[in-house]
């Protein structure tokens, strides 16, 4: 059965803090594994995608890395502000027909001032 | 920002009625799904479409229905609502092939009293 676990489930930072958020995964075949923002009461928002030949991967503030060796991923983010609040989910897309995605369970993260 | 609409925001209900959630996107996906998630829970997909006229049924058991019968346009039914459908329901679209980002829309939270 595909599964993707991530660690920690909630995470409290101070403003400016970094963090780095994990992701173990076992989808098969792999075909790719994103990290998602989600703001409470929101929909999901992409922020990185990663193919199993990309070892890591940029956004602004946020940097994914990814080990289709081990079936890990991280997220880590850089000087982290309040409007990083939110619950950052991590989704990897099986190679086969229809790329169906399994989702796991985020982790919620809060920045305090 | 993604264009994807989804109406209503928020809904409460008593027991026993019908209701229709609705999603629209304006980016011309022929892909959509239909998720539940509950507070603090990972998304899991209960419909979705590869175009007009295609509807599946996804992971987790669902009593609602859809139907596609417009490119932009796919609905969610429940004939008779009751307190176990209490959730909140976010809709998604992406183009076939590619990456297949998917873009959510800001989801409709369901209370069924």
């Known amino acids: 059965k595909n599964q993707v676990e991530q660690s920690p489930q909630s995470l409290i930072i101070l403003e400016g803090k970094n963090c780095t958020l994990q992701?173990?995964?076992?989808?098969?075949?792999?075909?790719?594994l994103r990290w998602y923002k989600q703001d409470t009461g929101r929909g999901p928002v992409s922020l990185t995608i990663?193919?199993?030949?990309?070892n890591t991967k940029s956004n602004g503030r946020y940097t994914a890395t990814l080990d289709a060796d081990t079936k890990q991923s991280s997220l880590h983010i850089t000087a982290s502000q309040l409007s990083d609040s939110a619950s950052y989910i991590c989704?990897?897309?099986?190679?086969?027909?229809?790329?169906?995605?399994?989702f796991g369970g985020g982790t919620r993260l809060m920045v305090k001032p | 920002e993604a264009d994807i609409y989804q109406t209503p925001r928020y809904l409460v209900i008593g027991t026993g009625k019908k209701i229709t959630l609705e999603c629209s996107q304006t980016?011309?996906?022929?892909?959509m799904y239909w998720y539940q998630q509950d507070p603090g829970m990972e998304l899991h997909l209960i419909h979705y479409s590869y175009g007009v006229n295609s509807t599946e049924k996804g992971d987790l058991s669902s009593e609602s229905t859809v139907s596609r019968i417009r490119t932009e346009h796919f609905p969610l039914t429940l004939e008779s609502a009751r307190p176990s459908h209490t959730s909140q329901y976010l809709c998604?679209?992406?183009?076939?092939?590619?990456?297949?980002?998917?873009?959510f829309g800001p989801g409709t939270r369901l209370l069924v009293l």
């Open positions: 980016m011309g996906h022929d892909k």
């Open positions: 998604a679209s992406s183009f076939r092939g590619g990456e297949e980002t998917q873009y």
């Open positions: 989704v990897v897309s099986a190679g086969n027909a229809g790329n169906m995605l399994t």
């Open positions: 992701c173990n995964y076992t989808v098969s075949p792999f075909s790719n």
């Open positions: 990663m193919t199993f030949s990309e």
